[in-house]
Structures are given as C-alpha cells and as structure tokens.
C-alpha cells in the first residue's frame, strides 16, 4: 500500500458520502446505513429502477453532484472490473467489492483479479470477495446483508479473512464493544497490515483483533504490527488453516496460502 491508498483508505473509513451500485439486492445495505446513524450524503446508481432502499436512483456515476467518498460494488464479478475503473478515475476514496468470482476460483479469475487491481490504481480497494466495512463509531456501513451490533463510542477493531466469522462475530451478545468490523476476503489490493495502519492511530480503537488465513506480504503485516505495539495498541491474532487439509480448504476460501504453522507462531511471537 502506498501512501496515497493509505489515505484514501482513512477517507473510506469515514465517508461524507456514499454511493452503492447494483440492484434491489443493497436494499438492505442502504436501510441498514441509515438506521445506524449515517448522517452523510447516500446516492445510489442503477439504470432500471427509480428507486432502492428509500433513495433515488441515479442511471450512472457520472449523473451524481459530487464524487463520493466511498462506494459498495454489488455488480457481477464481469462488471466489477468496469464499475471499479470508472470509480477510480472519478477519483473516490475507496470501494468494497462484495462478488466472487475472481482469484479464489482459480483461472480467470485470477486474470480477472489482476485486472480488478489495475484498475483500481490509487484507490483503496476492500475485497473481493467479501462483506465490507462497519463502522459502528461513527456509522458507517458498506456490508451488503444484515448484521448485529450498535453504535459505541469505543471498542476493539476486528480484521477478518472470513466473511461469515465476521458477521457472526457482530450477533454475539457478549460484553464486547465492536468500533470496527472489517472483512477483507481476497486482499487483492488492501491486505491486514493496511487496515492495521489505517486504525492504529485512531484512539477509539482500544485493540485489534484478527483472524488471519494466511499473509501474503509478511514484511508489510510485521511493520504494521510492530507500530502498533510501539503506539500500545493491542494485537489478538488468531491463525487458522494448521493442518494439510485446512490449508487447500484457505487457498479456495479466500486465495490465501496459509503457510506452516510453527512460522506463524515464531513470528507472532517476535511481533
């Protein structure tokens, strides 16, 4: 990640305004980002319907009055590519991209994943292959479904390679205050040291907890984790994806090669 994904990262993480593109199916996503306390501008960009979730629909991106800050992509992984480059050039902060299809299928997609990168050029990209962002601080959410949890002045940053167990982590009725919840799936452009650099500083975030596949850039995951040991911000890894079987069933799940465990221990330990 360079610099400039990094901020544009921090400027997706607390949009002005955001813009979800696809069909009926991100009702729930604008209710939900409105029923949480969003106080931002909401746009919504679909050619055959008037309206989605309460708001007016506009037929591209280039009808909106501004450039949003941030956007959740619900298109087919064939249009994602398009949606994805035309988003960038406009010059947004940062886009989810929820759709399958792309290098956890092996074949084209991973062809289709490069060029998903290629396009996004500066632009933080969350995903694919993955729910998205809930910012329960300051409300926030670009997650395509439904999904528990409240709004909190404070509480611990959750990082998760698996969608499902960070949604399940939003419905326990435990004493832990969620302020952030981010699945990142494939990490074609944004991987978990990025997000760590991105909350690090944000003095809401009380720790960090992640549940980790595998690391595909472990210099960048060590600088991360060792500034936030050096800000005292706490870390939780769990890693997942130990035995032969579990780690063919990690490669398919999110792209990721989970690697030997006891490497993982060793450097968890040195971080």
């Known amino acids: 990640m360079n610099n400039q994904q990094l901020q544009n990262l921090k400027r997706m993480l607390l949009p002005e305004s955001v813009v979800f593109i696809g069909g009926r199916g991100l009702e729930t996503a604008i209710r939900s980002c409105r029923a949480i306390g969003y106080q931002g501008q909401l746009y919504v960009v679909n050619p055959h319907h008037k309206r989605i979730g309460g708001v007016d629909c506009h037929a591209s991106l280039s009808e909106l009055p501004q450039v949003p800050d941030a956007a959740l992509v619900a298109v087919r992984s064939e249009q994602t590519v398009e949606v994805v480059r035309e988003l960038s050039q406009r010059g947004v902060g940062g ?96 991987e978990i040291g990025d997000y760590i650099l991105a909350l690090v500083d944000d003095p809401r975030v009380t720790a960090i907890g992640l549940y980790i596949e595998g690391l595909d850039d472990v210099a960048a995951f060590s600088r991360a984790a060792l500034y936030a040991l050096e800000k005292g911000k706490p870390i939780v890894a769990l890693k997942v994806g130990v035995s032969d079987a579990a780690a063919q069933l990690t490669q398919s799940h999110t792209s990721s090669l989970a690697g030997s465990d006891a490497f993982y221990q060793a450097l968890f330990q040195r971080l």
């Open 95 to 190: 886009c989810v991209c929820y759709a399958a299809g792309f290098a956890e299928v092996g074949g084209d997609g991973v062809t289709r994943q490069q060029q998903l990168v290629a396009a996004a050029e500066d632009m933080a990209l969350v995903g694919p292959n993955c729910y998205g962002i809930l910012n329960f601080v300051d409300g926030v959410t670009l997650w395509p479904s439904a999904f528990g949890g409240e709004r909190v002045d404070r509480g611990i940053a959750l990082i998760s390679q698996s969608g499902n167990i960070a949604l399940n982590m939003t419905l326990l009725d435990r004493s832990l205050p969620l302020a952030h919840v981010i699945s990142v799936g494939n990490q074609a452009v944004l």
